[in-house]
T-cell receptor, first 113, second 109 residues
Framework: IAGITQAPTSQILAAGRRMTLRCTQDMRHNAMYWYRQDLGLGLRLIHYSNTAGTTGKGEVPDGYSVSRANTDDFPLTLASAVPSQTSVYFC????????????FGEGSRLTVL | GQNIDQPTEMTATEGAIVQINCTYQTSGFNGLFWYQQHAGEAPTFLSYNVLDGLEEKGRFSSFLSRSKGYSYLLLKELQMKDSASYLCAVIGSNYQLIWGAGTKLIIKP
């Protein structure tokens, strides 16, 4: 089934630990995104990639890094997790068309203690 | 600054009609999306408007007025499964999406 796969679906993490959230899509979409979603706030863009080999910073990039070595994979890394990074993280992709809809993964719920 | 406003929560009755409003103030406009998000799940696409007017898709319709910075999502013949959050998002001048906080719709029998 085509779509976006995120892993893990849920994780509890000690503060200071390094964590990578994985995201893989099989739709051959050029653009990929990482969002965080917190109660009472809209989805906030962390990082994005318009095409393989390029990445850009979104609204809330601090404490996060990404890479885009190929079209399919777009991992998000927290180098040293802090409690304020407790959130639900969504990976998304689009065809890259200016009007392209976003397709979302099922989300990764991260708790940093 | 850029801002998207939606009501936080609305309640409606099964079988009725509900209108969820979205107002936006952005530095540019290149389209507006509505997404549905059930609790604990990912957002899914409902509609896209870039020109003024009404777009109808089954029980759901979306309206846009660019001059007023205003959109609404109209849900007809409400079903219990329509209980979800509805997210409004605007494509701004740099072609990045700006998201509203979402409207939680509660459907009562």
């Amino acid at each position: 089934i085509a779509g976006i796969t995120q892993a893990p679906t849920s994780q509890i993490l000690a503060a200071g630990r390094r964590m990578t959230l994985r995201c893989t899509q099989d739709m051959r979409h050029n653009a990929m995104y990482w969002y965080r979603q917190d109660l009472g706030l809209g989805l906030r863009l962390i990082h994005y990639s318009n095409t393989a080999g390029t990445t850009g910073k979104g609204e809330v990039p601090d404490g996060y890094s990404v890479s885009r070595a190929n079209t399919d994979d777009f991992p998000l890394t927290l180098a040293s997790a802090v409690p304020s990074q407790t959130s639900v993280y969504f990976c998304a992709s689009s065809s890259g068309d200016d009007t392209g809809e976003l397709f979302f993964g099922e989300g990764s719920r991260l708790t940093v203690l | 600054g850029q801002n998207i406003d939606q009501p936080t929560e609305m309640t409606a009755t099964e079988g009725a009609i509900v209108q969820i409003n979205c107002t936006y103030q952005t530095s540019g406009f290149n389209g507006l999306f509505w997404y549905q998000q059930h609790a604990g799940e990912a957002p899914t696409f409902l509609s896209y408007n870039v020109l003024d007017g009404l777009e109808e898709k089954g029980r759901f319709s979306s309206f846009l007025s660019r001059s007023k910075g205003y959109s609404y999502l109209l849900l007809k013949e409400l079903q219990m499964k329509d209980s979800a959050s509805y997210l409004c998002a605007v494509i701004g001048s740099n072609y990045q999406l700006i998201w509203g906080a979402g409207t939680k719709l509660i459907i009562k029998p």
